[in-house]
């Protein structure tokens, strides 16, 4: 399926959103007391975390390879 770049730039800045939220709530449940109680939340967001990353990164490749005449 072939994506328009305006397509593939909004959905790496709906990524990025996405992205700043799951770090925030990262650091928050690590600053609770006891956060053992949120191991299974924060393994969570982090592989969400790298797993937008890693949808981020193709994203640019994408859009690099585009710009290439």
């Given at each position: 399926m072939e994506y328009t770049?305006?397509?593939?730039?909004?959905?790496?800045?709906?990524?990025?959103?996405?992205l700043h939220k799951l770090r925030e709530t990262i650091g928050t449940l690590e600053a609770k007391p006891q956060p053992e109680r949120y191991k299974s939340q924060l393994t969570l967001a982090r592989r969400r975390v790298q797993a937008f990353e890693l949808a981020n990164?193709?994203?640019?490749?994408?859009?690099c390879g585009e710009a290439k005449p």
């Amino acid at each position: 399926m072939e994506y328009t770049q305006e397509e593939l730039t909004e959905a790496a800045r709906q990524i990025d959103s996405t992205l700043h939220k799951l770090r925030e709530t990262i650091g928050t449940l690590e600053a609770k007391p006891q956060p053992e109680r949120y191991k299974s939340q924060l393994t969570l967001a982090r592989r969400r975390v790298q797993a937008f990353e890693l949808a981020n990164g193709l994203i640019a490749e994408k859009l690099c390879g585009e710009a290439k005449p």
